[in-house]
């Protein structure tokens, strides 16, 4: 149990490695851009990254979630080969959709800017959803140093262009986020390619797996979109109702807040993932699974409290004065951060125990909370009560969510809903004293 500990704290280790140069390189570049692109322009890119994620999380119809998961190594190849199928496929016909009803979105979104950005966004969806596939394939083999060296050359390819294309205005941010994205995809499958694993697949394998596989598209592609839709929605209504300068400075509330959870979230969720199909089947996940999110907790507890206390001071400075509209939003956006921080990490486990259902029903509960929050915070209150009202739905949706996810591998609900007890009234009694 202890040399499984330790190899688990390792890869974590190597994962949140890469990771935190990855996002360190982009945080600190980050007051650079805001000086070289306007607040509207992030949130032209904030717009067209929500449409380019709500199609990648439909390219492989999450067969990719389930690479990890058989025994067999032959079903792994043939759900490599299914999968980067189904995202060529779906890069096709999201060029036909766009090119058919590309006016129509432009018009519901009333941001004439992003016409001239559709174009991108097939490419974007293929490029992306086929990283996405080899970094499921990655963590079956338990190539963490691979998946960290990718992703600072993502951060280092999205920077180059960003600050070389910064005359370009929208384009440069847009062609930096889906280039630099990208990046990585030969090193994640080159040993796929160059030894030839593909051979093994065959069509018969491939509709088995089809078949044995079925409740990830029939359920987790759904979960999955409603996971998705719930965090790139937010930008999408606030330019139904607001100006791309208030989505851009949403859009960069939003983005600091993200990269904690992405070099230290996912990179203990991908970690999870690879752990816990066998802590499942020996019926010792439940403990792990209370002792990581407990840590999570108190590992994101600290930024938070500096972000409740004094965010829109530390934007103004960092970011310059223009962008302290972001720093208000990102008061109400901790609560937020503390929740998904702490929750998205392990919401795989649905699909480990194979209650695909269930979480989808769970996926949705957190959309629609999320649209609810937004919408009345619009219709009754300015940009910053919009946000409130979408951060306080996501800690209810949130803790729900955490405690139909704790009882599917056997644990208490009420044992993971006291961890947040201690953080949370320190955050209540900030938020009465500033």
Known sequence: MKALGNRFAKNVGVLVGGTFFSQLLLILATPILTRLYA?????????????????????GLRYELAIPLPEDEEQAINLVVLAECLVVVVSI??????????????GILMIPEIQGYLWMIPSGVLLIGTYQVFSYWAIRRK????????????????LIVQFSAFKLLGLGLVLGQTGGQSVGVWGLSKDFIKSKLYLKATSKGVRVCAARYQDFPLYSTWAG??????SQLPPLLFA????????????LAHRVMAAPMTFIGQAVGNVFLSEAPK????????PLLLSVHKKLVYLILLPVLVLVGLGPEIFSVIFGENWRGAGEASRWL????????????????????ERQRLGMAMQFQLLISRCIGVVFGALYGDFIFA??????????????????????????????????????????????VV
Do not use: H
């Open 39 to 59: 607040p509207e322009y992030f949130g032209i890119l904030a717009v067209y990254m929500a449409i380019v994620s709500l199609f990648v999380v439909l390219a």
């Open 240 to 251: 139904v109702f607001y100006t791309p300068g208030v989505v851009g400075l949403y859009a």
């Open 279 to 286: 802590r499942y089947r020996n019926n010792t996940l439940a």
């Open 225 to 230: 979109l409603a996971n998705v839709a719930g």
């Open 93 to 106: 016909v999201a060029a036909i959709l766009l090119t058919i009803w590309g006016d129509n979105i432009v």
């Open 334 to 353: 901790s609560l937020w951060m503390m929740m998904a921080f702490t929750t998205s990490p392990l919401s795989s486990m649905y699909e480990v125990a």
């Open 387 to 432: 946000v409130a009202c979408f951060s306080v739905s996501n800690v209810i949706s949130y803790a729900i969510y955490l405690c139909y996810l704790f009882k599917v591998v056997g644990g208490d609900p009420l044992e993971i809903l006291l961890n947040y007890i201690i953080p949370f009234l320190v955050i209540i009694t900030i938020f009465l």
């Open 143 to 158: 190539s963490f140093k691979e998946i960290s060296k990718t992703k600072i050359m993502q951060s280092v390819a999205t």
